[in-house]
């Protein structure tokens, strides 16, 4: 089951997300200015949002992690040292 | 290496393939990418000279390569049970599921003769591809991807099918297929 952990903190409220989401699992959520988490289970983990969000204030759990073999190895080594 | 080209050198005959020619994995890296900006590139360019028409060229051999891969697969009229077969002939490389909205009891949707079903592509070398070039999704290569399945479907199902393309994202592209029982 997908789980979607948003980052208050670092949610600016553009509602990017909201817009962007085909299946409406966001909303914003105007009292406190930020995107909230309204239908999880509609989520298809595309990462659209991912992709979207200017503050990287998003995290999908509990996904299938799509292959990414178009990255370099060795840039996929040299992030991995950093992080 | 340090950049520099290494040479295999030894005694090729017809009967064995040297064992150096196979090559490691950086090797195999580099054709991948290359193959890639050149698949994307051709895109590309196809998309400039013909327009629209890419598409239906893109489209055309897609179909081609489905209906040849999908030819020894066994034929059957249930559309849960082809789509196990199709996931078989597109591999790992196009892993997809059925997917449907929470608010839907089944997979399969039905409008008068036509019968729908919402598929979810998690992984595609073609989506790779376009990353890696840095072309926008939904264009000509897409449509090989949508050829591929329609020539796949029309082979196990003996039936004309269409995938349209619902959403693209990084991660997974949703596509409807329909299955057209009249086009029998």
């Known amino acids: 089951m997908v789980e979607i952990v948003i980052d208050e903190d670092a949610c600016v409220g553009c509602g990017s997300c909201v817009e962007d989401c085909p299946n409406d699992v966001y909303e914003m959520d105007e009292a406190k200015n930020k995107t909230k ?3 999880v289970e509609d989520c298809m ?3 659209s949002c991912h992709e979207i969000c200017p503050a990287q204030a998003m995290e999908h759990q509990d996904i299938h992690v799509a292959k990414r073999l178009y990255i370099d190895r060795s ?3 040299a992030i991995n040292r950093i992080i | 290496m340090n950049g520099e080209i290494e040479e295999i050198r030894g005694t090729f005959k017809p009967e064995l ?3 150096a020619t196979g090559g490691n994995i950086d090797d195999y890296e580099k054709a991948l990418h290359t193959l ?3 698949v994307g590139s051709m895109s590309s360019a196809l998309e400039q000279v013909s327009g629209r028409g890419a598409n239906a060229i893109v489209y055309q051999a897609g179909k081609r390569m489905g209906h040849e891969a999908s030819k020894l697969m066994e034929k059957t009229d249930d559309l849960e049970k082809a789509m196990g077969e199709l996931s078989e002939v597109l591999g790992q490389e196009f892993y997809f599921e059925m997917w449907k909205p929470s608010s839907q009891d089944n997979y399969t949707v039905e ?3 036509e019968t729908e079903v919402k598929l979810l592509f998690m992984d595609c070398v073609v989506r790779q591809t376009l990353r890696r070039t840095g072309l926008p999704q939904k264009g000509p290569l897409c449509y090989l991807l949508y050829g591929y399945m329609v020539g796949a479907v029309e ?3 003996d039936i004309r099918g269409k995938l ?3 959403h693209v994202g990084p991660n997974a592209c949703l596509k409807t297929l329909t299955i057209k029982w009249s086009g029998k």
């Open chain 2, 36 to 38: 890639m900006k050149f």
């Open chain 2, 17 to 19: 393939i040297p064992a």
């Open chain 2, 111 to 113: 409008r008068g003769d």
């Open chain 1, 45 to 47: 983990a595309c990462l």
């Open chain 1, 37 to 39: 988490v309204v239908k």
């Open chain 2, 164 to 166: 349209d393309i619902d």
């Open chain 2, 155 to 157: 082979e196990v199902m």
């Open chain 1, 75 to 77: 840039v996929k080594d």
